[in-house]
């Protein structure tokens, strides 16, 4: 998952608000560059949407907002921090690459907290904030679907890795219901000629959220975070039952993208789909 704090959304107005609203609906990871979006993009989803995060979060926005702060890290926490909600949109976390204790903590250990939360409340879906960089591996020649084998391009993919495999451990074995959205690169325009083809922009990305909060049966599915782009590597008819329909495409930033000086072709932004971080690391040595 790639994000930005700039929150300017492409629709003017959030998807379409579901007949039956959750009665309390959990986001994780508020404070961060895509929880900003979703805090306000979600609030017609429930009738109280319970906000957290480890950063500051400022007051709540009225009686339907409950600000709660949280370390992920923290087990006792995060089991309060779920207790009452019909549903949990997991942002939390570290989004860039680091160094796996810094990975672990966040990442590793709050996804394991957030899923046991989730059993011992009866909370039945998760909406799960995947990356493309658990696929950052393959090559921007490839077409790939969610049943291709995954192949992590840091740390922060392997975490990645490890939530999906979370998310279907607690199915098969508990009933929990997850969405794991492989965003791509989600923000207000595309930056750079790799997010022509990776981009999602904050309305699509709502509508995902919606349909993955909302959509019955969805079981444990992996679904690509990508809007309708001229390009993309990314094939989601595995998870056509969402009914995501993105309604944005990268393409109205192609001239300006294009006038960028090219990338030497041996740059991993060039090569790989997880682009600059398939080069990161390691820390420490």
Not at 28 to 56: K, M, N, Q
Not at 120 to 132: L, M, Q
Not at 236 to 249: I, M, Y
Not at 264 to 269: F, G
Request: glycine letters at 10%.
């Amino acid at each position: 998952m790639e994000t930005t704090l700039t929150a300017t959304p492409s629709h003017a107005a959030p998807a379409d608000a579901p007949s039956q609203p959750l009665s309390r609906l959990l986001l994780t990871g508020a404070a961060g560059g895509l929880g900003r979006v979703l805090r306000e993009r979600l609030r017609p989803f429930a009738r109280v949407l319970r906000v957290s995060d480890i950063a500051p979060l400022g007051a709540a926005s009225g009686a339907q907002e409950e600000v709660a702060p949280c370390d992920l890290a923290d087990k006792k926490a995060v089991d309060a921090l779920v207790a009452g909600c019909d549903a949990v949109v997991h942002l939390g976390g570290i989004s860039v690459e680091r160094p796996f204790e810094e990975i672990l903590e966040a990442n590793i250990k709050g996804v394991f907290h957030l899923y046991e939360a989730a059993r011992r409340h009866g909370v039945k879906r998760v909406v799960f904030a995947s990356s493309n960089h658990v696929i950052g591996f393959y090559r921007q020649d490839e077409r790939i679907d969610a049943r291709a084998p995954r192949r992590p391009d840091g740390y922060y993919g392997l975490s990645k890795s490890f939530g999906e495999d979370m998310a279907q451990f607690y199915w098969d074995r508990y009933g929990i219901e997850t969405v794991s959205i492989r965003i791509g690169s989600s923000f207000p325009e595309p930056a750079n000629r790799r997010m022509l083809c990776t981009w999602l922009s904050h309305g699509d990305l709502t509508q995902l959220v919606r349909q993955s909060l909302f959509t019955p049966g969805v079981g444990h599915t992996v679904v690509y975070g990508v809007s309708a782009n001229a390009q993309v590597w990314w094939d989601n008819r595995a998870a056509a039952h969402l009914g995501f329909a993105p309604q944005d495409s990268s393409e109205r930033f192609r001239a300006q993208i294009e006038a960028q000086p090219p990338v030497a072709p041996n740059d991993p932004s060039a090569i790989y789909q997880g682009g600059a971080f398939t080069a990161q690391g390691p820390f420490g040595d």
